[in-house]
């Protein structure tokens, strides 16, 4: 228990660090990063590697940050080489940038007061996860801001495990680690990465929710844009040469299937979710997001939206039609193969050494470790014990973070043969 104490408070102390350098991410910067927020965390976070013996730290013109961690197994003893990545920026989601965390010790249950001046609280009623977390400590926002932990206490859980590792001189392979900025506005961290300063078997990402949550089956994600050109005329002459891109881009629309929106699926049914039009007189644009896990329904998504272009590109032959279809990530599941299939096996054997039961999900969404698996290095997923991901609710049962940091501690021990 001692031990366990201690390492709980080993994780807020780096937590509560991290949480006051805001790195908000900016969806409307077009560069990476978004934020300086994000470069000023990287630079923090690259004096604490070196201090703890890391080598090769770089931090890139897009604030990515890469370093090594050199084996201390004995010479000729072969191990995996295995990464870690988070996450650097938190989510801007119309709350304040600035994260004031508090700690709430031996939750009594009931009711929780994050803003006694604001008036905001934790309702019981309408948070029913509470009521496990009786008697313990919870990290808490004070409700004007989302609690970052979505990827601070990721990234409080690789530092601390790290500090672990150097103090106790645990053996361990080849360890890398890499901080990426602005996943939260569509992984532009990630696809940043310099893999040849990422140089792993296979990798993993600490990031989402509850106590034993593993993913390695997320969405294939793209995004399409719909633009119309029509042709203006004064209505009094407009017969025969009108042509209303908002009308085109209804008719569009209508060409989809409204059962396949997010609204309307669940679980592993991927959608279309037109998610917002744009239009004027003259002109008119359709953003549309495609998901789906299987990659060749999700290809068949892509190839509906290119039916429906053509089709009124025949219908409305004056009006100038364009759809451009980009793809975002891809499904972790479709890197993994029988040869690199031991970073999940090792994975649940991390669990099971920590006697923690896995709920193995499928995703409907994407880590960075969906794109980085489709550079050739399988990166699924584990929790972090955080809940209410993009809210002020969002809070960090103490316990099950500690859990969290116990298998990543596991997993560098089964690298390095230490348990079986």
Known sequence: MEEKIKREEALLERFMRYAAVSSQSDAKAKNVPSSEGQRALAELLAKELQALGFESIEIS????????LPSNLPQGVKAPVVGWCAHLDTVDVN?????????????????????EEKDIWLRASEHPELKRF?????????????????????????MTAFAIVREENRPHGEIYVAFVPDEEIGLRGAKKLDVSKFPVDFAYTIDCCALGEVVYETFNAGSALLSIEGVTAHPMSSKGVLVNPTLIAVDF?????????????ADREGFVWVHAINSNASKATVS??????????????????????????????????ELSISDTYGNIADAIKPENRACIDMLYRALALEGIEPKTIAMRGG????????????TPNYFTGALNFHSFSEFIPMGDWERSLAVTLALVDLAAGRRK
């Open 61 to 68: 013109e897009h604030a990515v940050l890469t370093a090594r």
């Open 288 to 321: 549309i997001k495609i998901r789906d896990h299987n990659r060749a329904r999700y290809e068949e998504k892509k190839a509906l939206l290119e039916a429906a272009a053509a089709f009124l590109k025949t219908r409305y032959p004056r009006a100038k039609i």
């Open 367 to 378: 880590t960075d470790g969906s794109f980085i698996s489709t550079l050739g290095i399988p």
């Open 253 to 265: 629309v209508n060409m989809l299937d409204r059962g396949e929106t997010p609204e309307c699926t």
């Open 95 to 115: 709350l304040s940038p600035d994260v004031k965390p508090w700690v709430l010790r031996h939750y009594a249950g009931g009711d929780i007061c994050l803003n």
């Open 134 to 158: 009786v008697g313990e400590d919870l990290v808490l926002t004070d409700g004007t801001s989302v609690l970052g932990a979505d990827n601070k206490s990721a990234i409080a859980n690789l």
